[in-house]
């Protein structure tokens, strides 16, 4: 019976120290293959610090920090929601789509910046939010609960705290609450860890297929920042859908396949993250947050390219509709093309900047109704 039980004992030992050879700097560097976080290096670029934003606000228009909090539209779920922070007057002033550029142009908006398709990290940076005077809009699509995101990481869950985990427990599935303790152990589960990588070249493969990937959407964005349409005096960033210059074709195509092919080929519903969004938005029903559910919308070239990798989209949003109206949680709906006017892009997957005041006009609406 002693021999018995020492068996496994030595087992995980033995696992325990091998893992630990992970530590050593010139193996972790070969081997891990995640070790580059796309969510931090896009946070580095993007961040907006929100105490930083309520401070700017409060003294520009000379009233207190509270008074910004009460009032403020914070955009977050999605790497569309940055935007959200970097509008400026001209982005208000003259835009067509609006009906009161003045009122809206005041309403104080910004974004926390958080890695798409990972509902562990959203529902932490919920969490984190002041509680919760503002209005709160998650930009949330299909492609936002594919269990295989290229955003989502091993070490997501490993980065959740206890208090985290024990609040979450009910909604993960036995594997996620395994992972949770293992990647506490071992490295082993914390990333993804490749060992054939100590007999190849040097070069890191994943930071280089990252930056290229960076590179790519970065060439397209700023190709599509020149873009500019003067519409009645107002200068509209980006292409109106379906009559984009040739000149956007062929990097339209490039952003479309990496879209494609980091998003949709590879798609399979999270039922953790599933749970995980039903659970957010009962919690901010009951603490009476002022939350709206935003789906994004996608450029008809997307759209019709993924169509055959995403076929229970249907399903999914005739349950969130359900969902969001048996808690009395609004719903917008960008993707029905009737709901705004504005149908600028910057790339097959991202509305054009002059487009988000029509947006914030419509959350604006809303409140009003409420």
Known sequence: MKNFLLFPILIFLSLFLFDKILLVPFIFERII?????????????????????????????????????????????????AG????????????????????????PVTANYIRAGSFFQILKLYNDFPKKKGTYILEINYTSFN???????????????MSNYFEFFPYLSMKDRVEFFSSNLLLFNRYKVEFKR????????????????MLVLKKINDEAQIQKFNLNGFWIQGSKEGFEDKSLIQPYTESNNWVIDS?????????????????LLKKSKKEGTRLIILRPRIHRILRQSGEKYIQGETQWLKDVKELTSSLEIPFIDLDKEAEISCDYFTDT??????????????????????
Not at 201 to 209: A, F, T
Not at 353 to 362: A, G, N, T, V, Y
């Open 33 to 81: 293959k995640n070790k580059i976080s796309g969510f931090e290096v896009f946070r580095q670029i993007n961040e907006n610090s929100y105490k930083k934003f309520l401070k700017q606000e409060a003294e520009k228009k000379k009233v207190s920090v509270e008074e910004i909090e009460n009032n403020a539209y914070v955009f977050f779920g999605s790497s569309r929601s």
């Open 84 to 107: 959200f922070s970097e509008l400026t007057s001209n982005d208000y002033k003259g835009n067509p789509y609006l009906k009161n550029q003045t009122t809206v142009a005041e309403i």
């Open 147 to 161: 269990q295989n995101s290229l955003f989502r990481e091993k070490r997501d869950i490993y980065e959740l705290t």
């Open 198 to 213: 100590l007999f190849q070249p040097v070069e890191d493969q994943n930071l280089s297929e990252m930056m290229n990937d």
């Open 263 to 279: 998003f949709y080929k590879n798609f399979k519903l999270s039922t953790t993250d599933w749970n995980l969004f039903q659970y």
């Open 349 to 370: 997957s991202h509305l054009s900047k002059s487009c988000f005041p029509e947006i914030i006009e419509k959350v604006y609406e809303l409140n009003l109704k409420k």
